[in-house]
T-cell receptor
Framework: AQSVTQLDSQVPVFEEAPVELRCNYS??????LFWYVQYPNQGLQLLLK??????LVKGINGFEAEFNKSQTSFHLRKPSVHISDTAEYFC???????????FGTGTRLLVSP | DAGVIQSPRHEVTEMGQEVTLRCKPI?????LFWYRQTMMRGLELLIY????????DSGMPEDRFSAKMPNASFSTLKIQPSEPRDSAVYFC?????????????FGEGSRLTVL
């Protein structure tokens, strides 16, 4: 079975600073990887996804993530954050053959002025 | 296009009462998922359906929980009797298997408080 580990429960950062949110996964088979964002009192929405091909994936709102198979990681980055990026970020994984998506515990990004 | 629609958005009830949460998936989507989100346990998959048929209900906590999908446009999650530890935000999500990634589209959630 797959699993996802998000090492940081909370990441505080100043506005316009770069940020990296870490995600490691475990699976014995090929996977698809996702980052979702959850704003307060809302559902989750897709930021970006890795299916195959280029290991550097670009998503919405200036976010990008890099798939590293040897390190089983899929870290999320943004070169310059805004106050509006304050939210909870979830990494998720699923096997290529199944629809069941497994989420990490989430990382709360707190952007301050 | 309308997204996934959940109702009610907020529910406050007393222990022992029956609770029914409702979900309307995106039209044409053939997978439907119920997740529960709590501070302690994060996002847990409770059950998912494919073409209205339950595929995996291993995440359903206990017999007090039941879920149905009578047709392609409606699903319910029922808790009977409810307990304070059921307090959480319950999310419904849908996806289209024909899409390669099977991206999930989430509703805004139903926040349940059991007193």
């Amino acid at each position: 079975a797959q699993s996802v580990t998000q090492l940081d429960s909370q990441v505080p950062v100043f506005e316009e600073a770069p940020v990296e949110l870490r995600c490691n996964y475990s699976s014995s088979v090929s996977v698809y990887l996702f980052w979702y964002v959850q704003y307060p009192n809302q559902g989750l929405q897709l930021l970006l996804k890795y299916l195959s091909g280029s290991t550097l994936v670009k998503g919405i709102n200036g976010f990008e993530a890099e798939f590293n198979k040897s390190q089983t990681s899929f870290h999320l980055r943004k070169p310059s954050v805004h106050i509006s990026d304050t939210a909870e970020y979830f990494c998720a994984v699923r096997n290529t053959g199944f629809q069941k998506l497994v989420f990490g515990t989430g990382t709360r990004l707190l952007v301050s002025p | 296009d309308a997204g996934v629609i959940q109702s009610p958005r907020h529910e406050v009830t007393e222990m022992g009462q029956e609770v029914t949460l409702r979900c309307k998936p995106i039209s044409g989507h053939d997978y439907l998922f119920w997740y529960r989100q709590t501070m302690m346990r994060g996002l847990e998959l409770l059950i998912y359906f494919n073409n209205n048929v339950p595929i995996d209900d291993s995440g359903m906590p206990e017999d007090r929980f039941s879920a149905k999908m009578p047709n392609a446009s409606f699903s319910t999650l029922k808790i009977q009797p409810s307990e304070p530890r059921d307090s959480a935000v319950y999310f419904c999500a849908s996806s289209l298997v024909a899409g390669v990634s099977g991206e999930l589209f989430f509703g805004e959630g139903s926040r349940l408080t059991v007193l």
